[in-house]
């Protein structure tokens, strides 16, 4: 027992130490080229079209994309620990159906649907960490995708092909509210960035997170109790999904069970091109913030000009692939220098 704490205080120890600080490393990191490409965005949407650059634009845009975003951070641990769960946009849709289902139809206070909705979110990624560490032999991605299959189904026979509304007015200020002239979600997106920012960066938890992406045998032979934190990660999937069906629900003021179709897609983009490396035990979450600004952005700002919804997937796929292949190049190019 005591030679597997000294070999976990060891790996938490490597993983901790800081390099001497440079300044030529600094500006090589992968957030700047990000915010270079962020402020490219600004540029090009500015040149298409005149109502872009504007106090009020920039301050409202959010508040038509953040609601996603909020499924983009554990998404990133998930991938540093060499996983993938593409059920979340399903939990979304399965977990706003069961709100709005228990408000319209059965009475509940809305106060207790909302929270009946994070229960069944955190359910349902429960569920998924149960399957992943019990069947070791099947993969994260057949795994989810069972579970997205079966969410969405359930979200169908509870509604059918019917949409359901009627919130009380309160409920639709936190999709649209403001506090201060801030938009709320903007001001819950922060505050949910900084906690999982602390969590992977600063804590216990979060280092044998990049230990696990690393290298997962040497971490379970070290002590990291693998199963345990692979099954907490995918509940926070779920979790955060929940929160997404909140405030989409709010910002639709109805839901149906088709709902956030393809999120799970955009919310991987949004990770890979944060710099969150599919290979794992590598990534921060300072870079899929601005990732998801700068999808966010450019959806909005083509939006502006009445791009189709198809064209904006190719931009955002091809925006995705030159990103990835940059860093490889980079990459490359450091290690032809060492070598």
């Not at 915010?35 to 005149?50: G, K």
């Not at 995708?145 to 969405?152: D, E, K, N, P, V």
């Not at 509304?165 to 936190?174: A, D, K």
Request: hydrophobic content about 55%; aromatic content about 10%.
């Amino acid at each position: 027992m005591e030679q597997n704490t000294n070999k976990t205080q060891y790996i938490q120890r490597q993983l901790s130490n800081s390099k001497p600080f440079s300044l030529k490393s600094f500006f090589l990191q992968w957030e700047w080229l990000l915010i270079i490409i962020l402020i490219a965005v600004f540029i090009v949407n500015s040149s298409l079209s005149p109502y872009f650059f504007n106090k009020n634009i920039l301050l409202d845009a959010p508040m038509t994309f953040l609601d996603k975003a909020f499924i983009v951070f554990p998404m990133a641990l998930i991938m540093i620990l060499r996983d993938i769960d593409i059920s979340v946009g399903s939990t979304v849709a399965l977990s706003s159906v069961v709100m709005a289902t228990l408000y319209n139809s059965y009475g509940v206070p809305m106060e207790i649907a909302i929270v009946v909705c994070l229960a069944v979110g955190a359910t349902c990624g429960l569920i998924n960490g149960l399957l992943i560490v019990k069947f070791k032999e099947l993969s994260a991605v057949i795994v989810t995708l069972g579970t997205m299959i079966l969410f969405r189904g359930i979200a169908y026979i509870l509604l059918e092909d019917q949409s359901s509304g009627n919130f009380p007015e309160w409920f639709n200020f936190l999709g649209w509210g403001y506090i201060g002239g801030i938009p709320f979600i903007l001001i819950i997106f922060i505050t949910v960035a900084i906690v999982f920012m602390l969590l992977l960066h600063k804590t216990t938890f979060g280092r044998n997170i990049y230990a696990m992406g690393s290298n997962p045998t040497a971490s379970r032979f070290a002590g990291v109790s693998v199963d345990k934190i692979r099954v907490i990660v995918f509940t926070l999937a779920g979790l955060m999904a929940a929160v997404t069906a909140i405030f989409l629900a709010s910002r639709m003021g109805s839901t149906r069970p088709n709902v956030a179709t393809g999120y799970e897609l955009e919310v991987i983009a949004m990770a890979a091109l944060g710099g969150i490396s599919t290979a794992g035990g590598k990534g921060r979450i300072a870079g899929t913030i601005i990732a998801i600004f700068i999808i966010g952005y450019l959806q909005y700002g083509l939006g502006l000009i009445n791009i189709p919804a198809q064209t904006l997937l190719i931009v955002i796929g091809v925006l995705l692939l030159l990103s990835v292949s940059i860093s490889k190049i980079s990459l490359a190019a450091l290690f032809s220098k060492k070598t």
